[in-house]
């Protein structure tokens, strides 16, 4: 017994030398195509959000790739699992950056962003996320976001309730234990006018299924913010149909996006207003978005169609047309280039007046010297009152 | 007043379902003496199969084929999974269980797709009730449970078979020496079981018309407390913890202040009861005899 | 004093971790750069071991099943994480202020074990369970919810991480001190009570053993090496964020600890480093569309295992082609000896019987001394 | 020293309603060997437990070498000097026969040893551990288990596992050892043998000893003095022989 312990320690102690060995060496030296590197949930409860970013990262690069390539270099998209827990970020992304990863999509929610954010910084590994959107995501100066922070959400929901329902009291419906329900919340409450009075309610990750109380709470309100996803928010309104008043107005933000689209749940029988603030309409019908839905749903249907995809649709064209952009302006970008040489020239880009036109979330994209995005949010009504 | 009445009848109505499942947990428990971590994911197959013959648009065809999946489903897993463990370490078929509810996790994921699938299963609207509103699917749920707890008792009272299941739990050996067939009575409770929890899967749609590969989970764990509270093993235990934990529930989502610590209220009652009772409050006192 | 066969297996543990210590901080030194996934890996497999040794010590030794492991890791995590987040500015992130922060976090979470240990003295078997488990997830609920600036709240806690290059030394030389702690525990009179106490409370009462205070002792020192673990990863990690120390983590080191043979030491080691490694290694293999496979392959392999290993009707089968099944080689099969029936609830409702107990660390051959050439 | 080694004031107890042992007064001199008898039922057990302070008595108290013995826990009862067996036995069976006798010797203090000396591996671990194997050793040989030392505890056979109990018990040094059907389930060689060393223990640990015993036979010949106990009260008590020829007695016994 003792001598088989012992032999599988030293096997393991030499497979580990022989696997872990190397000097300072070069991940990208073998590279035949530019490696984009992300980390999201592919499996747990969250893996609708993971896929629905794998999904249409992947049609952009099989289009990227279907047009030639950038000067006939194609893309690839190297997607690991994290399941949403910060510490499967370190072994996804070293695995990754040993996979030859150049530049990346970041983490597609905000828990393991933060370690994602972190480690990149130390590799200086260039990250643009479509829905890693807590604040400090873009902290360093190798991170960029594609969707709108979730202060900045706050914020703008704050300004349109101060203008709109100054004096009069408004109903609140978050989720205490997430960091994008959470954080929006937090900034929208900093930013409320005082005048404004809230009945707040609150839920979390062990009931998301029956919310008669919260609804009863709420039940003088004619004003709802709703800053959560749109699954709890179906169950939500579906509960809360007869229960509320005909006239109440629910308001939420991007993460309302794919209520409409959702397989089975029919809108149109809530007779509340449903508006959302938001960068992406899978309603759309018109522009880019609608180009890009006809193209996600032909592939994947409809099911994970929401905002997390078409952002990262976007990503990975933004970054495809800022090295583009480098590329024409004299750089070099070879297909081995390291992931600091290439952060280093996508960050000129970036600061240095990068515009995206014509992108599916949205037209004209900049990005401050932060990192956080500039574009319009639009403010959809997905459905009048009935 | 007014208040605290729609509260308590909201908690009643969260507790519907948890004790609803939780029946089905403490049957397992009490007579086959495992916790079947899996329970909370039969009523995920469940909510699938509704989701799939509701495709014919038939609610009581959708909640029959349930119900015969999931009670095909619990047989196979005990035949498969649980019984060659008979007689070996309760902690290895523990794991087992929870390797059983990984499995099928993922199997639906596989099969069904990482979204969540809405399916409406038949709207019962809301009545006023003592000037609250309450959703009539509630009220169905209650009084569904309250006869499902009825009937259970009864049946392990006065039935043949119920006595038998009770001989199988006090004492397996004992049992099989008296001529039953302990094998046939582990198998009819994972039959009973799993139709419980295909029920609970239809009610749970009836509420939140949401299936995912992973909404057995927290049901799952809830209702393995409310079990516990009432007295793992014991039938009315089940209904009471179940009922319990919705009202607590319900109160602490209903103070704004606490309703984050929700969850860590509900435990602390948990552990403070058991402090108290160490069997639960129905549970048997099972005393060493020295 | 001879250095016999029975000294080396006592130690071998100790042996093999420490060679592999040396062998590799020693590259380090000489500037060989490993690559990250492997620190990372590492650094993981600590952890694990750690996690599973001190698991292994309240569920092997003492016999009582806890779902909560993952409560105290949180615990010490946040407590650690927070203690090195405030002295790193201060005393620079070096060893001092690790240290420090590790007496904090495994201060904060002993005083758990305390908390937790004394329901553990009314409360047995399942009700122990529960309890165990309701404590993890308040205290995950408790940390999510407290404000950004105490402990991160939902963003979780911000911690400084240590050199990747050196960490994995500091992570080894606390798996050695783990297994020394654990294991001149359970190779004294004190861990012989902890034993006696599985075995047969009631008899161990009878027999004058302080039944209250072993089974705090115990539980406290689990935790207090839980809460280890936790300032390890706060050390390992950028953030520490709680949904990390759910139920299910609790349950992963549990199948460790089922895994490598309940009360062997050696075996809740082989299985910390092989689970911790398959979940590690799956992600980076099963990618985008094939990610759904890694529950999947988990969950078989899982089933698998633990029937082959423990199904009472294989028991022939087992004896006679043990060596396939890598894990199974650690354990002793004699049918002779060991009976393994024990496992009723009925009879005795309050503990997991083991099948196999006095593995690896104490089979009636090595009891050392007793034997000619032993100690004189 | 007190006149009497173990000595109960009426000890009772009911549990609800049942008055499993009533009034019962027992006085047990030093090195005496003294039996507990009377039918299945007589609450015989019943009293060991409350001796040994797993029970609490609803009436009355005892008394130990003169020291009253009140809201003690079982172990510290046994620290005070009673040792018990048990009737259905109570081994730590996935531990070997010399680790069993060597966890009765934990709480001597000439074997003390804290947990800290034992984490750091100081001088006095490997001292004491040494001394233990060496005592239990030392008991096992008187028991004729020396052989066995290194078998689990649930290898064992019957007859040996019922004298490992006694080891167990003897090494917690007590003053007076409680024996619960110490022959149950023996052959007449394993009782004959068993008396011998009951004997002998009494006489080379200068031992008080209270059995509770179902074979007359081995009663008559072993014990001093008896006490019958019948529904939970006591019968009769007194020499061996005058019991055994109390008319009561053998009407409880025969004609009950």
Redesign the interface.
């Known amino acids: 017994m003792k001598k088989i312990l012992a032999i599988l320690m030293a096997a393991l102690m030499i497979a580990a030398m022989f696997t872990g060995c190397g000097s300072e060496k070069s991940y990208t030296a073998n590279n035949t195509e530019y490696v984009i590197g992300v980390s999201g949930p592919l499996t747990g409860a969250a893996a609708i959000y993971g896929k629905a970013v794998q999904n249409a990262a992947q049609l952009a690069v099989d289009e990227i790739n279907a047009a030639g390539g950038l000067n006939g270099i194609m893309f690839k998209l190297e997607m690991m699992d994290d399941q949403h827990k910060a510490d499967k970020v370190s072994g996804n992304y070293s695995a990754l950056l040993e996979k030859g990863m150049q530049l990346s999509l970041g983490t597609v929610t905000t828990d393991p962003g933060k370690e994602f954010k972190n480690l990149s910084v130390e590799d200086n590994v260039f990250f643009l996320t479509p829905s890693a959107s807590g604040d400090e995501i873009p902290a360093n100066d190798n991170g960029y976001q594609m969707c709108f922070a979730d202060g900045n959400q706050g914020k703008v929901a704050a300004q349109f309730v101060n203008e709109n329902y100054a004096g009069q009291t408004i109903g609140l419906f978050y989720k205490s234990d997430d960091n994008y329900s959470k954080g929006i919340y937090d900034q929208f409450k900093a930013n409320l006018d005082k005048s404004v009075t809230t009945v707040e309610t609150s839920f979390n990750e062990a009931n998301t299924t029956d919310f008669a109380t919260q609804i009863d709470t709420l039940k003088s309100c004619t004003f709802i913010f709703m800053p959560i996803y749109y699954t709890p928010a179906s169950i939500f309104m579906t509960q809360a149909k007869d229960l509320l008043a005909k006239e109440t107005v629910y308001y939420g933000c991007d993460g309302f996006d794919g209520i409409d689209s959702a397989d089975g749940f029919d809108i149109n029988s809530i007779p509340q207003k449903v508006t959302m603030l938001s960068h992406f309409n899978s309603k759309a019908t018109e522009g880019a978005a609608k180009t890009f839905i006809d193209k996600y749903v032909a592939k994947y249907g409809k099911d994970t169609l929401n905002q997390f995809g078409a952002s990262a649709y976007d990503c990975v064209y933004a970054l495809y047309g800022a090295m583009k952009k480098a590329i024409d302006g004299g750089k070099k970008i070879p297909v081995t280039i390291t992931a600091s040489e290439l952060c280093e020239i996508l960050k000129s880009e970036f600061q240095g007046g990068y515009t995206v036109t014509g992108a599916v979330t949205g037209d004209n994209i900049t990005w401050d010297a932060k990192g956080y995005v500039n574009k319009s949010a639009i403010q959809y009504v997905i459905k009048e009152a009935s | 007043m007014e208040v605290i009445l729609s509260t308590l009848i909201n908690g009643l109505s969260l507790g519907g379902i948890y004790a609803m499942i939780a029946l089905g947990y403490t049957m397992v428990y009490g007579i086959a003496k495992m916790l079947n971590f899996a329970h909370g994911d039969i009523i995920m197959v469940g909510g699938y199969v509704i989701f799939v013959v509701m495709a014919t648009g038939n609610p009581l065809l959708a909640v029959a084929v349930a119900v015969i999946a999931c009670v095909i489903l619990g047989i196979t897993i005990e035949r498969v999974a649980y019984r060659p463990l008979r007689g070996a370490s309760p902690l290895a078929v523990l794991i087992t269980a929870i390797g059983v509810s990984y499995l099928l996790q993922s199997l639906a994921q596989i099969i069904f797709g990482s979204a969540p699938k809405m399916v409406t299963v038949y709207e019962f609207g809301s009545v006023q009730f003592l000037g609250a509103t309450v959703q009539v699917a509630s009220l169905v749920t209650m009084a569904v449970t309250v006869v499902v707890m009825a009937v259970l008792t009864l049946f392990v009272k006065y039935t043949r078979l119920g006595r038998a299941m009770i001989a199988v739990s006090e004492d397996r050996d004992a049992a099989q020496l008296m001529g039953i067939n302990v094998n046939a009575i582990i198998t009819i409770t994972f039959a009973i079981g799993s139709s419980l929890a295909a029920l609970a899967g239809l009610f749970y749609l009836m509420k939140a018309p949401n299936v995912s590969f992973t909404m057995g989970a927290m049901p799952g764990i809830k209702a393995f407390t409310a079990a516990v509270i009432g007295g793992i093993g014991s039938i009315p235990g089940a209904m009471l913890g179940g009922i319990l934990l919705g009202v607590v529930e319900s109160i602490s989502y209903k103070i704004t202040a606490i309703a984050p610590y929700t969850d860590a209220i509900e435990f602390s009652i948990l552990i403070i009861i058991l402090l108290v009772r160490p069997t639960g409050f129905l549970g048997k006192k099972r005393r060493e005899?020295? | 004093m001879k250095l016999g066969k029975i000294k080396i297996n006592h130690y071998i543990n100790y042996l093999v971790i420490g060679l592999l210590l040396i062998v590799l901080s020693s590259m380090t030194v000489a500037g060989v750069r490993f690559d990250n996934s492997l620190l990372f890996l590492l650094e993981k497999v600590a952890i694990g071991i750690i996690l599973a040794v001190s698991l292994s010590l309240v569920v092997g030794f003492l016999g009582e099943l806890s779902l909560g492991h993952a409560g105290f890791m949180c615990v010490g995590a946040y407590l650690g994480g927070k203690v090195a987040a405030l002295l790193v500015p201060a005393l620079g992130n070096g060893v001092l202020a690790f240290v420090i922060s590790l007496l904090a976090g495994c201060a904060a979470a002993a005083v758990c074990g305390i908390i937790v240990g004394i329901p553990a003295l009314r409360l047995r078997g399942d009700y122990l369970a529960i309890v165990t488990l309701a404590f993890g997830e308040i205290v995950k609920s408790l940390f999510r919810n407290t404000s950004y600036e105490s402990f991160g709240g939902t963003l979780g806690l911000d911690t400084p991480r240590f050199d990747k290059k050196y960490l994995f030394i500091i992570a080894f030389l606390l798996v050695l001190l783990t297994l020394?702690?654990v294991q001149?525990?359970i190779r004294?009179?004190?861990?012989?009570?902890v034993?006696?106490i599985?075995?047969?409370e009631?008899?161990?009462?009878?027999?004058?053993?302080?039944?209250t205070k072993y089974k705090l002792?115990t539980f406290t020192l689990s935790a207090a090496l839980a809460g280890m673990a936790g300032v390890l990863y706060s050390y390992s990690n950028y953030t520490v964020q709680s949904t990390q120390f759910g139920y299910n983590y609790s349950i992963e080191m549990l199948v460790m600890v089922v895994l490598g043979g309940m009360g062997s030491i050696n075996g809740s080691i082989i299985a910390a480093a092989l689970i911790t490694w398959l979940n590690t290694w799956l992600p980076t293999k099963l990618t985008g569309d094939l990610a759904v496979l890694q529950n999947l392959l988990y969950a078989l392999v899982l089933i698998v295992i633990v029937i082959y290993n423990n199904a009472p009707k294989l028991k022939g089968f087992r004896d006679k082609y043990n060596l396939g099944v890598l894990l199974n080689k650690f354990k002793k099969h004699d049918a002779?000896?060991?009976?393994d029936d024990?496992a009723k609830w009925d009879v005795v409702p309050t503990k997991i019987s083991?099948d196999e107990?006095?593995s690896v660390d104490f089979t009636?051959?090595d009891?050392g001394?007793?034997k000619e050439g032993g100690?004189k | 020293m007190a006149e009497y080694m173990l000595e109960t004031k009426n000890l009772g107890i009911s549990f609800g309603g049942l008055k499993a042992a009533q009034d019962v007064n027992i006085r047990i001199k030093k090195n005496q060997l003294y039996g507990l008898i009377g039918p299945n039922g007589a609450g015989k057990?019943t009293i060991f437990?409350l001796l040994?302070c797993?029970y609490k008595p609803t009436t009355g108290t005892f008394y130990l070498d003169g020291e009253e013995m009140k809201g003690i826990?079982?172990?510290k009862i046994?620290?005070k000097g009673i040792?018990?067996t048990?009737q259905?036995i109570?081994?730590?069976?996935?531990?070997?026969v010399?680790?069993n006798v060597?966890?009765?010797l934990?709480?001597l203090p000439e074997?003390k040893?804290t947990?800290f000396e034992?984490?750091?591996?100081l001088p006095r671990?490997f001292k004491?551990?040494?001394q233990?194997?060496e005592k239990a050793?030392e008991l096992l040989r008187i028991l004729g288990l020396e052989e066995d030392?290194?078998?689990?505890a649930?290898?064992l056979p019957y007859g040996k596992q019922r004298k490992l109990e006694i080891a167990?018990?003897l090494?917690?040094n007590p003053k007076i050892l409680l024996l619960d059907e110490p022959a149950a389930g023996m052959n007449p060689n394993e009782t004959e043998d068993l008396a011998q060393t009951i004997r002998f223990i009494r006489d080379h640990f200068d031992m008080t000893i209270l059995l509770i015993e179902h074979d007359m036979r081995f009663v008559s010949e072993l014990c001093d003095e008896l006490t019958v106990l019948s529904f939970g009260t006591v019968l009769a008590q007194g020499e061996t022989k005058a019991v055994l020829q109390d008319p009561e007695v053998i009407k409880a016994y025969i004609g009950g």
Do not use: W
Not at chain 3, 188 to 193: D, T
Not at chain 4, 118 to 121: A, C, E, L, Q
């Open positions: 005899k020295v | 020394m702690v001149n525990y004294s009179k004190h861990g012989r009570a034993t006696a599985r075995d047969n009631i008899a161990a009462r009878a027999t004058g053993i302080n039944v002792m002779s000896k060991i009976n024990k083991m107990v006095l009636p051959q009891l001394p007793d100690r | 057990t437990n040994t797993i826990t079982p172990d046994n620290q040792a018990r048990f259905n109570r081994l730590f069976n996935n531990m070997t010399v680790r060597m966890v009765g934990h709480n074997y040893c947990a034992s984490f750091f591996r671990h004491v551990e040494r233990m194997r050793k030392r290194n078998n689990l649930c290898n167990r018990a090494a917690t």
